[in-house]
Structure formats: C-alpha cells, structure tokens
C-alpha cells in the first residue's frame, strides 16, 4: 500500500506514524455485537500489512477485552508500530478517575494486557475536573521516566488545560471527535496545538459511519450501539443531515473516490500534524479508507467544500447531555 511510504510526525516531539492510523475501538465496543476475535486479529494484521503503523485503543473498550485483541494482533509487530491507550474511567462504575495511583495501576494492567514493556502514546480519556492536570502530568512525567510510557496525550482536553498540562510534560498528541461535520477544533483548539507544536488525532473522522453515505433515515442500530444515544443520529437529524452527505457524494464521484476517501482526504488537507483514525470491521472498508492518502484536493476544491460546508448547517448534538459533560472546553 502507497500509505507505508508517507509518514506524518506526531507533534514537535511526537513519533513517526503513518498518515492514517486504526481506531480499534469499534472491535469490541460501542458499535454492537464485537467481532470474532480471530476475525479483529486478522484486520489489525491486514492493517500492519498495508502500511499502518498507530493503533488506538483503551481499557474502556470492552472493557479491557479491546486492549487484549490489539495485544495479541500486534505482538509480532511490536516495534513497528505505535500502541496508543487510555486511562480514566471508572471501570464498572461511573465518573472519572485521574488519581495518579490511580494512573500508575491502569498502566500495569494495561501492559500487561497489551503485551508489552511500554505504550507508546498514553491519553488522559477525559479531563478528571477533581484531580488537577499538574498531578495527572506529573504522573506521566514519572512514567516516562521509567520507560513505562513513550508519549503523553489528552482526549477532549480544551486548551487551557492542555497549556497547564504541557507546562508539566510536554504533551505529544490531543484526540478529539474532528470530522466535515464537527468542525469546532478548527477555531478553538488548532491555534494552541500550532503554537505549542502538538499533533492532532481526529476520531470519528467519518462521523461515525454518517459521512460514508451508507446510513440513512431508515436505517437501524443494534440495540447496544451507542449511536442510539446520540442526538444527531435521530431519524429525524439524519434525514435533515443527508444534505451533506449529497455535497461529499458528488464531489467524491467527479475525483473517482468513495465519500469516506474524500472525508479523510480533507481531513489529511487540512494540517500536516493531523493523523485520523478511522475505525471499521471490514477488509475492503480498511482498503477503502487507505485510498484517501492517495487523493490529494487541490486549493480550489478545498475553498468549494468550505463554502458548501457553510450553507449546510449540521442538525443534533454530537452527544447525549451526560456524556458531553464529561467533554472538558
């Protein structure tokens, strides 16, 4: 695959990695029934094989179960890629648990089930609002120190925290939700990653499956898939969003490219320091995806989509009011 030639750096000091990384997530969690074990083992090897080199996962997905899968996949591979995880969460309960002995038991574990004596690129989940981010970076800086950790990364972090938490350890990659229909990071985050000189990892890049033209109004969720919760994915928002998703059909049709290529595509156009990470339980949607680091919009494209991006307004909330209070601004 043309992608392993292309690489992206994470950040000022952050690693090498290939320009579209995996969000595994969607293996085990949050999208219905989790796949065959052989069958996630099989994609995410598929993915090493084309050129992917940044795999994310968490201890929440699952739980614990996605960090195993990504373990076991990845072991014959471990020092070509770049494992990313996460910490935060109470597993089995509610809330946020930031405590730095909380941090240093979920790294244990975490290592244990990856397989491995490191993890490369380690992400605060959710901004824990009791436990100051000077403790949760202190925290990463002595495992770091330890060789325990690689990298330090914040998820949903707002900017005034990323600045307190950076002044502590230098922070390598922020992920939020980023996509053609979740633009805010453009405005509010994306001037203090230039200026601090930190990488970017969009997830949802195809706005949970939306930008790939393969949902509709009438279309049905299983009953755990967490896009049941979420206001934009209504019937009705659907419906009403379907305006954007006919803007990306006919322009990805006049470049030959599929909706979800032209989607990453704008996404790679946009920074130099932005690595997405599209997520998906199928081979050929795996192929598909890769074939957006291939299809380059030129200037003129990219003003075409902006204009079209501002006369189509986008319909719903992004998440239900529980979770979004757990989305630091």
């Known amino acids: 695959m043309a992608s392993s030639a292309k690489r992206r750096q994470l950040g000022r000091i952050g690693p090498s990695v290939s320009p579209l990384g995996l969000g595994c997530m969607g293996l085990s969690h949050g999208y219905g029934v989790p796949v065959d074990r052989g069958d996630g083992i099989r994609l995410i090897r598929a993915a090493v094989e ?13 739980p614990f179960t996605n960090e195993e899968l990504v373990g076991e996949a990845l072991a014959p591979f471990r020092d070509e890629v770049v494992i990313a995880t996460k910490f935060g969460f109470v597993i089995g309960g509610t809330g946020l648990d ?22 490369d690129l380690l992400y605060q989940h959710r901004v824990d609002p009791n436990v100051p981010i000077e403790d949760v970076a202190g925290a990463i800086k002595q495992l770091i ?52 000189g930190i990488g970017f990892v969009p997830f949802s890049p195809l706005g949970r499956g939306f930008l790939t033209g393969t949902i509709d109004a009438s279309t049905s969720f299983e009953s755990n898939d967490f896009r049941n919760t979420v206001p934009r994915f209504s019937a009705e928002n659907r419906a009403a969003n379907q305006a954007l998703v006919e803007l990306i059909k006919s322009m990805a049709t006049r470049r030959q490219a599929t909706p979800a290529q032209l989607a990453l595509a704008w996404l790679l156009a946009q920074k130099p320091w932005i690595v997405p990470i599209p997520g998906t339980t199928k081979l050929q949607r795996l192929e598909e995806n890769l074939g957006a680091v291939e299809l380059e919009l030129g200037p003129a494209e990219l003003q075409e989509i902006a204009a079209a991006l501002a006369a189509i307004p986008v319909h719903g909330a992004r998440y239900s009011e529980s979770t979004q209070r757990m989305v630091d601004r």
Not at 156 to 166: C, D, K, L, Q, Y
């Open 50 to 62: 084309r050129g992917v080199t940044l795999f994310d996962t968490a201890e929440v997905y699952g």
């Open 98 to 119: 930031s405590r730095p002995e909380h941090i240093r038991e979920v790294v244990a574990a975490s290592l244990k089930r990856l397989r491995t004596d490191r993890i």
């Open 145 to 196: 120190q330890e060789g325990k950790v690689r990298y330090y990364g914040l998820s949903e972090a707002g900017s005034g925290t990323i600045r307190r938490a950076h002044a502590v350890q230098p922070v390598t990659a922020i992920q939020s939700e980023y996509s053609l229909w979740w633009r805010e990071p453009e405005e509010k985050l994306f001037p203090t990653l230039e200026e601090l």
